[in-house]
């Protein structure tokens, strides 16, 4: 018997160690995330060969992380504002910097729990959500198509139009997407930087619905659970995946509290 210490991190690792936790609570093939347990011995097969460890797991490895993003929440903390009305600036990283690294961590997070479904297209809006858009497209292997805000709108009937009103900006406008960009065939991913009330995402769900587009479901980096947007999207059954859920944040003292 040995105690050995180890940090696993790989893939192929944590599947040896699916293997040898036979019925017992297994992993799923999750991001590089690392897997800290206490290896306590191994037993031997009739052929001689090496074996799977028995493990004995501690209980922060045994326990399914939440599926949201623990580096992303990281940042947010560590380089997030709060303002007053709401608001949470995270211009150093997301909406004016981008750290495109994160973002390609978050595709391929995005890609993990959308696994399964038929993504041919992702759409997004303008302005802030294209960047992330784009780099979790190359993650899918789909193109991005990005609903564009527009003043005045061309009527010829060429355009899918919706109305929506900016969070922070609280003005509404009209945004509109080339009916040469969406159609029946499609099967769509919205992918958005926050959600907050759900104005973005449900002029987009109009638009996909008016294209007879199918809508596959809705990726969020953050989510405000304090605003309804959240809950009304999911009670439409619609699959929402958001990477990192403010449950409450304070523009005084500057706390944000995780879901
Ligand atoms: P909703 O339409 O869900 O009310 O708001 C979502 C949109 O408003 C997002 O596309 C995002 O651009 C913007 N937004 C909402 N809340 C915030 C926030 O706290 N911080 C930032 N930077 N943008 C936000």
Redesign the pocket.
């Known amino acids: 018997m040995f105690i050995n210490k180890r940090k696993y991190s790989t893939n192929a690792e944590q599947g040896q160690l699916n293997g040898g936790l036979k019925n017992q609570q297994k992993f799923t093939p999750d991001t590089p995330k690392m897997i800290e347990f206490i290896q306590c011995g191994c037993y031997h097969r009739s052929d001689g060969g090496s074996s799977a460890p028995v493990m004995k797991m501690t209980e922060k490895a045994s326990i399914k992380e939440p599926e949201h993003m623990k580096i992303l929440e990281e940042r947010i903390r560590k380089d997030g504002v709060v303002k007053e009305g ?5 211009d150093s990283f997301l ?1 004016h910097q981008m750290d495109v690294s994160l973002f390609h961590e978050m595709g391929l997070e995005w890609k993990r729990l959308f696994e399964g479904k038929n993504i041919n297209k992702i759409l997004t ?1 303008e302005a ?2 294209i960047g992330i858009a784009c780099v979790a497209a190359e993650c899918f292997g789909v193109p991005v198509v990005f609903a564009k805000k527009t003043a005045s709108i061309n009527l010829d009937g060429d355009m899918y139009t919706a109305k929506v009103e ?3 900006k609280k003005k509404v406008s009209d945004v509109i997407v080339s009916k040469k960009f969406l159609g029946p065939d499609d099967h769509i991913l919205i992918i ?10 449900m002029g987009l769900i109009d638009i996909i619905n008016a294209s007879g587009a199918t809508l596959e479901g809705v990726g969020i980096a953050i989510e ?1 659970g304090f605003q309804k ?1 959240g809950a009304e999207i999911r009670a439409r059954g619609i699959q929402l995946e958001s990477l990192a859920i403010v449950e409450s944040m304070d523009a005084t003292t500057g706390e944000i509290v995780f879901h």
């Open positions: 709401n608001v949470l600036k995270v909406n809006i802030s959500g900016s969070f922070t958005d930087d926050f959600l907050a009330n759900g104005c973005a995402v405000k947007g």
